[in-house]
Structures are given as C-alpha cells and as structure tokens.
Antibody, heavy 123, light 106 residues
Framework: QVQLQESGPGLVKPSQTLSLTCTVS??????????WSWVRQHPGKGLEWIGH???????YYNPSLRSRLTMSVDTSKNQFTLTLSSVTAADTAVYFC???????????????WGQGTTVTVSS | DLPMTQSPSSLSASVGDRVTITCRAS??????LNWYQQKPGKAPKLLIY???SLQSGVPSRFSGSGSGTDFTLTISSLQPEDFATYYC?????????FGQGTKLEV
C-alpha cells in the first residue's frame, strides 16, 4: 500500500528557509485523483492545513503562509517538497505530508499520512 | 477561512461507553466533513469521510452523521485503544480547516 515519509532538517535558524521532502512509495505520485498535502501541528496544538500540489504542479497554498510558501513535485523521484522562507519560532511544529483523495469531490479526504517530522526554529 | 468548532474539548469516559463528539461549521458545508483520530506522537488516522462513510479498515463502532453545519462522530462502545484526540475537518473549500480537537480520556 502507499506510504509517505517526510525528510528534512530538524533544526532551522530564524530567518532561514525550511525545506522538507515527502517520498511516496508503493504507488505513483502521478496517479490521477490525488493531491499531495502538507499539514502541520504546533506543539500541543491542533492541525493546520498548509497546502497541496497536484502531480502537474498545480498548487493551492493557505493564505496565512502564501507569501513564504512554495511547493513542488518531482515525479521522477516520486517526491514532493515544501519550502517555507523567513521562518520564525512560530513555524516550530511537526510537519506531516498526506495524500488527499479527490476522485469524487464530496469525498475529498486525507487518507494516507506520513509519520511526521519535527522542525524546530531556533538559533 | 471556514472555522470549525468541536465540542466538548475534552471528555472523560469508560470502556464500553457510547460517546458522541460534535462538530459545527460556520457555514453550510453539505457533507464535506471528515473525522480523524490522533494518538500521541502519531499521525492522524482517517476514520470517517463525507460525513458518514466509514474508511476502509476502521471498526464499525465508529459512525458519523450530519449535514449542512452540524455533524457528530459516535463511538458505540468505547475500547481501550479509542482513547485519543479526535478532529473534524472540512473539505468544502480551501484552505481546509480542522476543529480544535476533542481529547477523549479515561
């Protein structure tokens, strides 16, 4: 079955750029009917949807992060990435990648998740 | 954004209890409502999608109902492994938003 795995630095300095990669295994990122999402969770808090990308490169970003956010997809490596610039302590969180099923619009859902990676922003 | 409000924020229950968690949307979202379970240190797990459809592999003691603005997640008979935090999520419009979570405790 499809599995997702996040990777990236656990520690980023303030004002620098955070880059995370999600590797998809057990299926193709180019399969139709799926968006590829990022969700984060601040320490002890709830879930925040960051944005998603389709295999064609079409993206939607949460407006709260749009000015600092870039997502990309590499179909040859079966990976998608998140890049967040000018990070601050407020970006310290666990970052999850997830598969979003979109075959039927009303049934959109995040059905497969990575285990999450902890990112700390600190000097 | 489309705020989602869950109640209660926390809930004490016992094994075998029937439990209901409520989620309210700030506007009509039809059936675009999903429920997730999260245990400490783990990723969320999809339980219910489109308000009432049970995700494959999820025990039938979990059920969802509702439409429009008001939704419920029901666990018919709590099992020890069900103690966790539960989140609702609207997929009606981007940015998708989650409820603040309901922590289910012994």
């Amino acid at each position: 079955q499809v599995q997702l795995q996040e990777s990236g630095p656990g520690l980023v300095k303030p004002s620098q750029t955070l880059s995370l990669t999600c590797t998809v295994s057990g299926g193709s990122i180019s399969s139709g009917g799926y968006y590829w999402s990022w969700v984060r969770q601040h320490p002890g808090k709830g879930l925040e949807w960051i944005g998603h990308i389709y295999s064609s490169g079409t993206t939607y970003y949460n407006p709260s992060l749009r000015s600092r956010l870039t997502m990309s997809v590499d179909t040859s490596k079966n990976q998608f990435t998140l890049t967040l610039s000018s990070v601050t302590a407020a970006d310290t969180a666990v970052y999850f990648c997830a598969r979003e099923v979109t075959v039927i619009v009303v049934e959109r859902r995040l059905d497969v998740w990575g285990q999450g990676t902890t990112v700390t922003v600190s000097s | 954004d489309l705020p989602m409000t869950q109640s209660p924020s926390s809930l004490s229950a016992s094994v075998g209890d029937r439990v209901t968690i409520t989620c309210r949307a700030s506007q009509n979202i039809n059936n675009y409502l999903n429920w997730y379970q999260q245990k400490p240190g783990k990723a969320p797990k999809l339980l219910i999608y489109a308000a009432s459809s049970l995700q494959s592999g999820v025990p039938s003691r979990f059920s969802g109902s509702g439409s429009g603005t008001d939704f419920t997640l029901t666990i018919s008979s709590l099992q020890p492994e069900d103690f966790a935090t539960y989140y609702c999520q609207q997929s009606y419009s981007t940015p998708y938003t989650f409820g603040q979570g309901t922590k289910l405790e012994v």
